[in-house]
């Protein structure tokens, strides 16, 4: 037996692959790709929301009031007696929106002068009160 004999014989062992089928197996696929990828891209419609633009309301300025150890009252830093602070508490309780009132007091202050100023606040219309402290100062 010879290794490069062309014998028909039938006991002769051919190693060859037969791509016969596999060509038929990569014909269907490839027409069933052709057939299904057409399908797969439709676009779906869709009704999205329509989104607005509307501006931002602007903040309303904050008020500092600040109380030192002797009970003066500061109005951002301008000094003021008790009639000016019942009048500029009534005229920022005006203002849309309103502002927030931040109290500072000195750590050595009386509490009674600022449960007086929380109460001035709260008689004139200030709804938003913040208190202000410095962790640092001992």
């Known amino acids: ?18 791509t016969t089928p596999l060509v038929d197996v990569m014909l269907v696929l ?16 869709i009704d999205l929301p329509r989104a607005t633009n509307q501006p931002d309301e602007p ?10 150890a002797t009970g003066r009252v500061f109005w951002n830093d301008q000094l003021i007696d008790n009639n000016q602070l019942s009048l500029r508490i009534a005229e920022a309780a005006k203002k849309q929106p309103q502002p927030e009132l931040h109290l500072r007091a ?15 606040a709260q008689s004139g219309g200030l709804s938003k009160i913040g208190f202000v402290t410095d962790p640092q100062a001992k």
């Open 30 to 45: 490839l027409i069933i790709f052709i057939i299904t990828i057409p399908v797969m891209n439709h676009a779906v419609k």
């Open 59 to 68: 903040k309303p300025q904050n008020i500092d009031l600040s109380i030192d």
């Open 106 to 120: 000195e750590r050595t202050t009386q509490y009674e002068k600022v449960a007086q100023v929380m109460a001035a």
């Open 1 to 18: 037996m010879a290794m490069g004999s062309l014998s028909d014989s039938d006991d002769d062992f051919n190693p060859e692959i037969n």
